[in-house]
């Protein structure tokens, strides 16, 4: 049986973590529900875009970015190319996702 895993990486240096995740569940959800600090204003209605991460390994397996996520990816502090919200990340069956929590900005914007 094949088992999705999500590999949390961050910018600070601390060490990488790996969580089994169901399908069905957001990035955010899993990070949330094993201690990790990813802000969320909006609640992860694709409403901010403080859940900003980086995919750096499996992005082709998660849905399709939508316009909107896009849009509020813009304002993100230092986008990329591999930019996602982490609520708009649900996971599939048989996944290996990498995703790096870049810096940040606990002032709410």
Known sequence: MAVTT?????????????HVAAPGESVLDVALN???QLQHN????????????YVDKGGDE??????????FIDRAVDPRLNSRLACQCVVQRDM???VTIP???FLGH
């Open 6 to 18: 999500i590999t949390f990486q961050f910018h600070d240096g601390q060490p990488a973590q790996t």
């Open 34 to 36: 094993n201690g990790i």
């Open 42 to 53: 909006c609640g992860g209605v694709c409403g901010c875009s403080t859940c900003h991460i």
């Open 62 to 71: 998660l849905p399709e970015i939508s316009d909107k996520e896009e849009d």
């Open 96 to 98: 290996q996702l990498t």
């Open 103 to 105: 810096k940040q900005d």
